[in-house]
C-alpha cells in the first residue's frame, strides 16, 4: 500500500467515504487531523464542493492535479483558478438531483400548507378544531418560478406540474428545447410566482441574486424555497423581509452559513428549515461517491475525467 | 326571514360557514347552542361528517330531510338509517380531492425524509454536519400502496408518479379502467410497498383495517400515511409498533380521538402529525360549502340532490 496514491479527504463531513477509497486500493489522507509530511504525495482530493479550498492551500500540495467534489455544487473551488494551475474539478452530475428535487416538494409543500408547524401545533396541545377552517393556501393552479432550470430545477418542474402548479423558470441562458416558459429577468419571475424556488448552480455571477427586491417582488403571499446554496439569496434581506411581512414564507436548506445559528431564526416567522441534508440518501450518496471515484482513476490512469466542472 | 327555512349548523369547527347560509336566504340555528324551540323547524344540517350524528338526535328534529356534508367522508352519518327514515344524505364529490392529495405528499417527504425533524435539529442547535451522510432513504423508485383509489388515492398516486415511484393500490372492488395494479388484499398490498398511504373512505367496514397484521406487513423500513380517518388504523397497534421499532415511521394527519392528547404521541419515535388540515383550504372550502349549499337548495325545491352519499 506504501506506493498507492494518496488521496486526500478533505472534509470529516466525508468521514463514510474513507472505507471506499480504501477499498479502490488508496492511501487517504484524512483534512480534519492532516500532517504537513502528508501534502508532498497528495495527488487528488475527494472534496464537498460547498467547503472552501483556498489557492494557498491548494498551492501547498504540489502533486495535486484533481479536485473531485462529490457534490453537484463546487462554490467553495474557484475552478479557473484551478485549471490555471494544471488541477482539474469534477463534480457529480445528475446524481442526487432527484433528491433534491423531493426535498425541494417537501420543503414547498411542508411550508405552503403548514405541514411542520401543524406538528408543532399537534404536539404542544394547541389543536383547535376551529382553526381548521382557516384560510390555508392550497396548490392546484398556483405559480411556481424555477431559478435554474438544470437537472434539479427539471426535476422539481415536472414535480411540480403533477400538483397542477404552473410553471416557469428563468436561467441566464436560454433553453430552446425547454417547453416551460423563461421569464425575462430573475425579477420577472419573482413578481409573476407565488413560489419562487432557487435550483441554480452558485457561483461568484449569482452572489446575492435573491436580492431585496426579488425578494419583495415575490411578496407578502408569496414563498422562496431554497436548495441551492445560501450564497444566492440575500440572508439579511430575506429575514428582514419576513419579519415586517413583506414576504410570506421561506423552507431552506441551504444558508449562508452552516451550520447556521438557531438563534438567527428564533424570532423570524413562516419558515421551515433542514440541515442542508437535501442531496444525501442511500439513493444518491453511493452514485455520487461512484462518480467521484472514477473521475479519480481516470485522472490517475491520465485518461480524461467523465463529469468536468463547467 | 321568519318564513325562510331553518338550517342546523352542526359544528362550532363551521362558523364561518354560517355567512353563506345567511346570505342564501336560509336562517341558522347552530348546532352549540342549539335551542329545543329550533328542533321542530329543523329542515336540513349542514354538517363536517366526522362528527357523530345519532339517530336519537336525527329523531328529535321531525322536519329534518337532509344532511349536507361538506367534507368528502361521513363516517359520523349512518346512511343507511336515515334512509330508512326519510332523510337524504349528500357528501363532497371531489371537491378538496386535490387538497387532500397535497397534504398527503407533504406529509410523506416530510417524514419519509426527515424534513419535520431537521426543522428541529436546526432550531435545538443539533445540526450536525456529520449527519448528512447518514443513511436516509430515497424516493426514487420506492413503492407506495395505496388503500382506497378513489378521488384522493387517484391523485395521491398521480403525484407519487412524478417522483418516480411505483404505484400499486387496494380497494375492495376492482377498478377495470385503471392501469395501476391492484393487489389481491390489504395485507398483501403493506407487504408489497415500502410506503402505505391511507387514501379511503372510512365505514363501518373498514374500522381497524390497517391492523397489527398489516401495520407489520409494512414493516420496520416502511412508512404509513393516513389522510383517511383515524378509525381506519388500529393506532393502539400503530404506535406499539412504532415504539418496537416494528413499524418505520408514520405520518397522519387523522386520529382514533380528535384532538389527539399530545402526550399520546410524547415518546412515540419517527412521526410527523397535523391537526386534521388536510383538507381545509381557501380554494377547496368555497367548492364544498358551495356544493353542500346547492344541495340544500335542490332539497327544498323538491329536485334531486347532486352528489348523494353511496
Same mark, same amino acid.
Given at each position: 500500500?506504501?506506493?498507492?496514491?494518496?488521496?486526500?479527504?478533505?472534509?470529516?463531513?466525508?468521514?463514510?467515504?474513507?472505507?471506499?477509497?480504501?477499498?479502490?486500493?488508496?492511501?487517504?489522507?484524512?483534512?480534519?487531523?492532516?500532517?504537513?509530511?502528508?501534502?508532498?504525495?497528495?495527488?487528488?482530493?475527494?472534496?464537498?464542493?460547498?467547503?472552501?479550498?483556498?489557492?494557498?492551500?491548494?498551492?501547498?500540495?504540489?502533486?495535486?492535479?484533481?479536485?473531485?467534489?462529490?457534490?453537484?455544487?463546487?462554490?467553495?473551488?474557484?475552478?479557473?483558478?484551478?485549471?490555471?494551475?494544471?488541477?482539474?474539478?469534477?463534480?457529480?452530475?445528475?446524481?442526487?438531483?432527484?433528491?433534491?428535487?423531493?426535498?425541494?416538494?417537501?420543503?414547498?409543500?411542508?411550508?405552503?400548507?403548514?405541514?411542520?408547524?401543524?406538528?408543532?401545533?399537534?404536539?404542544?396541545?394547541?389543536?383547535?378544531?376551529?382553526?381548521?377552517?382557516?384560510?390555508?393556501?392550497?396548490?392546484?393552479?398556483?405559480?411556481?418560478?424555477?431559478?435554474?432550470?438544470?437537472?434539479?430545477?427539471?426535476?422539481?418542474?415536472?414535480?411540480?406540474?403533477?400538483?397542477?402548479?404552473?410553471?416557469?423558470?428563468?436561467?441566464?441562458?436560454?433553453?430552446?428545447?425547454?417547453?416551460?416558459?423563461?421569464?425575462?429577468?430573475?425579477?420577472?419571475?419573482?413578481?409573476?410566482?407565488?413560489?419562487?424556488?432557487?435550483?441554480?448552480?452558485?457561483?461568484?455571477?449569482?452572489?446575492?441574486?435573491?436580492?431585496?427586491?426579488?425578494?419583495?417582488?415575490?411578496?407578502?403571499?408569496?414563498?422562496?424555497?431554497?436548495?441551492?446554496?445560501?450564497?444566492?439569496?440575500?440572508?439579511?434581506?430575506?429575514?428582514?423581509?419576513?419579519?415586517?411581512?413583506?414576504?410570506?414564507?421561506?423552507?431552506?436548506?441551504?444558508?449562508?452559513?452552516?451550520?447556521?445559528?438557531?438563534?438567527?431564526?428564533?424570532?423570524?416567522?413562516? %419558515?421551515?428549515?433542514?440541515?442542508?441534508?437535501?442531496?444525501?440518501?442511500?439513493?444518491?450518496?453511493?452514485?455520487?461517491?461512484?462518480?467521484?471515484?472514477?473521475?479519480?482513476?481516470?485522472?490517475?490512469?491520465?485518461?480524461?475525467?467523465?463529469?468536468?466542472? %463547467?
Amino acid at each position: 500500500m506504501s506506493n498507492a496514491p494518496l488521496i486526500l479527504l478533505s472534509h470529516s463531513m466525508l468521514a463514510p467515504v474513507e472505507f471506499a477509497l480504501t477499498a479502490a486500493g488508496y492511501r487517504v489522507a484524512r483534512g480534519w487531523e492532516l500532517e504537513d509530511g502528508q501534502k508532498a504525495e497528495i495527488r487528488a482530493i475527494v472534496h464537498a464542493g460547498e467547503f472552501v479550498l483556498t489557492p494557498d492551500f491548494l498551492k501547498s500540495l504540489p502533486q495535486l492535479g484533481l479536485i473531485a467534489n462529490i457534490s453537484a455544487g463546487y462554490d467553495g473551488v474557484n475552478v479557473p483558478w484551478c485549471r490555471e494551475n494544471g488541477i482539474e474539478v469534477t463534480h457529480s452530475q445528475g446524481g442526487n438531483a432527484d433528491d433534491v428535487a423531493d426535498q425541494a416538494m417537501g420543503l414547498l409543500i411542508g411550508a405552503w400548507r403548514d405541514i411542520v408547524k401543524g406538528d408543532r401545533v399537534v404536539r404542544e396541545g394547541r389543536w383547535n378544531n376551529a382553526d381548521r377552517m382557516g384560510p390555508r393556501p392550497g396548490l392546484s393552479g398556483r405559480k411556481v418560478g424555477i431559478m435554474g432550470l438544470g437537472h434539479i430545477g427539471k426535476a422539481v418542474a415536472r414535480r411540480c406540474e403533477a400538483f397542477d402548479m404552473k410553471v416557469s423558470w428563468w436561467g441566464p441562458n436560454p433553453k430552446p428545447d425547454i417547453a416551460w416558459p423563461r421569464a425575462e429577468t430573475l425579477l420577472d419571475l419573482a413578481t409573476d410566482c407565488d413560489i419562487l424556488v432557487v435550483a441554480c448552480r452558485a457561483d461568484v455571477s449569482n452572489r446575492g441574486a435573491v436580492s431585496e427586491a426579488v425578494i419583495k417582488a415575490v411578496g407578502p403571499r408569496g414563498m422562496i424555497v431554497n436548495v441551492s446554496r445560501g450564497s444566492v439569496i440575500d440572508e439579511e434581506a430575506l429575514i428582514v423581509a419576513l419579519k415586517a411581512g413583506e414576504l410570506g414564507r421561506a423552507a431552506l436548506d441551504v444558508f449562508a452559513q452552516e451550520p447556521t445559528p438557531p438563534e438567527r431564526w428564533a424570532d423570524v416567522p413562516n %419558515t421551515v428549515l433542514t440541515p442542508h441534508t437535501a442531496g444525501g440518501t442511500v439513493d444518491s450518496i453511493p452514485r455520487m461517491v461512484a462518480q467521484a471515484l472514477e473521475n479519480v482513476r481516470l485522472f490517475l490512469a491520465g485518461e480524461p475525467v467523465i463529469t468536468p466542472a %463547467t
